[in-house]
């Protein structure tokens, strides 16, 4: 099993950037394809980015394309999301996944491990 814990989030104004990072513990981090999912209040939970085992292959959602960037250090046991140019719709909170699953996938339950969550608000 693999614990993870986000961190990163806070208030940004609209137009800033700001960077996740999800740490990873308790078993082999590289065995992982990982994911970055976000839920606004009220909504469904919503597919943001995937990145696979190697970090040689991403995937992102199509109202944050262009604009976010998944990575990892597998070294670090860390996946990271790099968010640019905000905007008031990207406020939600953010939940890390891992999957066993060496292709990444976009469908929440294909992932078998989320962390707690960290909040982003993005003031206009």
């Known amino acids: 099993q693999v614990q993870l814990v986000e961190s990163g989030g806070g208030l940004v104004q609209a137009g800033g950037s700001l960077r996740l990072s999800c740490a990873a513990s308790?078993?082999?981090?590289?065995?992982?394809?990982m994911a970055w999912f976000r839920q606004a209040s009220g909504k469904e939970r919503e597919f943001v980015a995937t990145?696979?085992?190697?970090?040689?292959?991403?995937a992102y959602g199509n109202t944050v394309k262009g604009r976010f960037s998944i990575s990892r250090d597998n070294a670090k046991n860390t996946v990271y999301l790099e968010m640019k140019t905000l905007k008031a719709e990207d406020t939600a909170v953010y939940y890390c996944?891992?999957?066993?699953?060496?292709?990444?996938?976009?469908?929440?339950?294909?992932?078998?491990?989320w962390g707690q969550g960290t909040q982003v608000t993005v003031s206009s």
């Open positions: 308790g078993d082999t981090f590289s065995s992982y394809s």
């Open positions: 990145i696979n085992r190697s970090g040689g292959y991403t």
């Open positions: 996944a891992a999957t066993t699953s060496a292709i990444p996938l976009v469908a929440a339950t294909f992932y078998n491990y």
